[in-house]
């Protein structure tokens, strides 16, 4: 014995059907999208911070070099620190040569690494 809704014709529930399907699996791929864009996210900050960290340190090591001078010596007006390995940078430094003081910073990275939508 078969007895259909009065609100049921041929096809209804399985249109119903498709219509909630294709919404939830709209809802998974952007939730899935979010979540890959934050993953990206963090993954660059992490090399970002590690690049800092990197940069930081150099330049630490420069200032207590040029603090540390003697006041007869000639600074060079511009000093290259070139880095290779894991993250490979230059970095120039921009320096007045009668004060000794840093004017400007260049920091030039190998950005293939990083991570980014084409990955």
Not at 39 to 45: D, F, R
Request: net charge negative.
């Amino acid at each position: 014995m078969k007895r259909y809704s009065a609100h049921c014709s041929e096809g209804f529930v399985s249109t119903w059907f498709l219509i909630c399907f294709l919404c939830i699996s709209e809802l998974c791929a952007v939730s899935i999208l979010i979540q890959k864009f934050s993953m990206m996210t963090v993954l660059n900050l992490r090399t970002d911070t590690a690049y800092f960290v990197q940069e930081a340190s150099a330049i630490a090591a420069l200032k207590c070099e040029l603090e540390n001078r003697e006041e007869e010596e000639e600074v060079q007006a511009i000093r290259t620190i070139v880095f290779e390995g894991s993250l490979p940078e230059t970095i120039t430094v921009y320096l007045d040569p009668v004060s000794g003081r840093i004017i400007n910073c260049v920091f030039e990275r190998n950005t293939n690494d990083v991570y980014s939508e084409k990955s």
